[in-house]
Nanobody
Framework: QVQLVESGGGLAQAGGSLRLSCAASGSIRNAAAMDWYRQAPGKQRELVARLTSASGGSTYYLDSVKGRFTISRDNSKNTMYLQMNDLQPEDTAVYYC?????????WGQGTQVTVSS
C-alpha cells in the first residue's frame, strides 16, 4: 500500500505561482499513471494533469491549465509535483494527487489552493 501526502498549497494572488508536492511512502518508479485532480466547491472533481509511463511517458493537461501548469516526478525522492504559474481565481480548489500502481489507485488527502483576484 502506498500513502500520499500533499503539500505546497496555500493562498496566492492572481498571476502568482505555487508548487504542489506529493510525497509517496513507497517507490513511484513503477507507477503507471500519476495524476493531479482538483475539486472546487459545488463542482465535480476534475483531472488537471496526468503523467503516464506508457510509450516513454506522456502528459495530459486540462485545457484551462495548458501552458500554465507543469506536472513532473522525481523518482529518487518518490515525489511528484505540480508547478502552477499565472494562477487565476478559477484555479481555487482542493488539489489531490493520485497514482496508479499495479492496478490500484491511491489518493492523497488534498491540499487547498486559494487564488485571490
Amino acid at each position: 500500500q502506498v500513502q500520499l501526502v500533499e503539500s505546497g498549497g496555500g493562498l496566492a494572488q492572481a498571476g502568482g505561482s505555487l508548487r504542489l508536492s506529493c510525497a509517496a511512502s513507497g517507490s513511484i518508479r513503477n507507477a503507471a499513471a500519476m495524476d493531479w485532480y482538483r475539486q472546487a466547491p459545488g463542482k465535480q472533481r476534475e483531472l488537471v494533469a496526468r503523467l503516464t509511463s506508457a510509450s516513454g511517458g506522456s502528459t495530459y493537461y486540462l485545457d484551462s491549465v495548458k501552458g500554465r501548469f507543469t506536472i513532473s516526478r522525481d523518482n529518487s525522492k518518490n515525489t511528484m509535483y505540480l508547478q502552477m504559474n499565472d494562477l487565476q481565481p478559477e484555479d481555487t480548489a482542493v488539489y489531490y494527487c493520485s497514482i496508479v500502481v499495479a492496478l490500484f489507485t491511491y489518493w492523497g488527502q488534498g491540499t487547498q489552493v486559494t487564488v485571490s483576484s
